[in-house]
């Protein structure tokens, strides 16, 4: 039987394009009788998240949640890109609404890239429709959150990992965690990963059997003599 053909990237990208323009379209609606359309894109933690981005970190024992809470990956990440592009982007919030977007294409076309190691065609598309798809998924359509970022990074983790490339997988892990502290999960995963295929480095004593010279006193006496060297393998052996 031959091997039915893969899907393309068409796939996310399209799911992702026609959920995200939906999102958009309710939250334009949304706007309508909301004072500012940029509330409807900032709830719960983007407000700190734009405070970050805005005014730096900030501490005082007297808040309930200081914004020492919130990791620096997304909203600095915001704040370079606002100042590189001079205000062209509307500011912080529209940065932080670009982001985000970016962030949630990259995260559909990286979790695609990685399922196709191991599922089939129909069970990625029933995935990746599932986790666009998911009623908790807003934060991969322009929300000011950082999860779609934080979601990105991992996927592109274990994405390098499935190639072998460990030091950038490495690399993306700790910028996982300059994200989200969940992002130490992601390391330990890649760890995981990597020991499972590469096997964990060990060292085990190598002995080595040499005939000696036959001018050795246990050569003459004995016959055929040996020396025993003793050496370490970095991955073990016979």
Not at 179 to 199: D, H, K, Q, S, T
Request: net charge positive.
């Amino acid at each position: 039987m031959s091997e039915q053909p893969r899907t393309g990237r068409w796939f996310p990208v399209t799911v992702w394009a026609v959920t995200a323009s939906a999102v958009t379209v309710v939250r334009y609606l949304a706007s309508v009788q909301s004072p500012t359309s940029d509330g409807v894109w900032i709830r719960v933690d983007g407000g700190a998240y734009l405070a970050i981005a805005t005014e730096g970190y900030t501490y005082s024992p007297k808040i309930a949640h200081p914004l020492v809470a919130w990791f620096p990956g997304y909203p600095l990440t915001v704040r370079t890109i606002d100042r590189l592009a001079d205000g062209r982007f509307g500011g912080p919030i529209g940065v932080s609404v670009i982001v985000s977007f970016v962030a949630g294409l990259a995260a559909a076309l990286l979790f695609w890239e990685w399922t196709s190691r191991h599922l089939t065609d129909r069970e990625r598309k029933v995935s990746t429709g599932v986790l666009l798809l998911y009623a908790y998924g807003w934060y991969l359509y322009g929300a000011v959150y950082s999860d779609a970022m934080f979601l990105a990074v991992a996927l592109a983790a274990f994405v390098a990992a499935d190639r072998g490339r460990w030091p950038l997988a490495v690399f993306l892990a700790g910028a996982a965690s300059a994200v989200r502290p969940v992002g130490v999960a992601v390391g330990i995963g890649i760890v995981i990963a990597m020991v499972e295929r590469e096997g964990a480095p060990r060292y085990r004593p190598r002995f080595e059997v040499r005939p000696c010279g036959t001018n050795s006193p246990v050569g003459t006496s004995g016959g055929s003599a040996v020396r025993i060297s003793h050496r370490s393998s970095p991955r073990g052996g016979a």
